[in-house]
C-alpha cells in the first residue's frame, strides 16, 4: 500500500474507531452522537410538505450541559442527513422562548 492509501486509510479507521467507542460508552450510536445517554424521546415533528423530522430527547448523565437532544433528520432522493444538536436546561428554555417570539411576530406579520 502506498503512502496515499494509509494517509486515507488511518483517519477513516480512527474515525470508525471513535465512533464506535462513543457508541458503547453512551449506550448507542445516537446517543454517541449526542455524547449522552438517551433517557427518552420528548416528541418527534414531521415538518410539512418535507421529508424532514424533528426529534427531541431526554439526555441523562453527569453533565447537566447536555440535557437536552434536538435531532434533525431530512432525506430525499439524494441521501439522508442527520443533525445532533446538544441542549443544555437552560439553552433549552431560551430557545423555547425565542421560538415563541418568532411564533408571536409572523402571527403579527400575517395580519
Do not use: C
Not at 434533525?72 to 436546561?89: E, F, I, K
Amino acid at each position: 500500500m502506498g503512502h496515499l492509501e494509509w494517509f486515507l486509510l488511518v483517519p477513516a479507521a480512527a474515525t470508525i474507531v471513535y465512533l464506535a467507542y462513543r457508541s458503547m460508552r453512551y449506550g448507542g450510536f445516537k446517543a454517541g452522537l449526542f455524547g449522552s445517554r438517551i433517557i427518552g424521546t420528548a416528541g418527534e415533528l414531521t415538518l410539512a410538505g418535507r421529508a424532514s423530522v424533528v426529534r427531541v430527547y431526554v439526555l441523562g448523565g453527569e453533565f447537566p450541559e447536555k440535557a437536552i437532544g434536538i435531532e434533525a433528520v431530512t432525506s430525499n432522493q439524494d441521501g439522508y442527513s442527520m443533525s445532533p444538536l446538544v441542549l443544555s436546561r437552560d439553552e433549552a428554555t431560551q430557545l423555547a422562548t425565542l421560538l415563541q417570539v418568532a411564533v408571536r411576530d409572523s402571527q403579527r406579520a400575517h395580519h
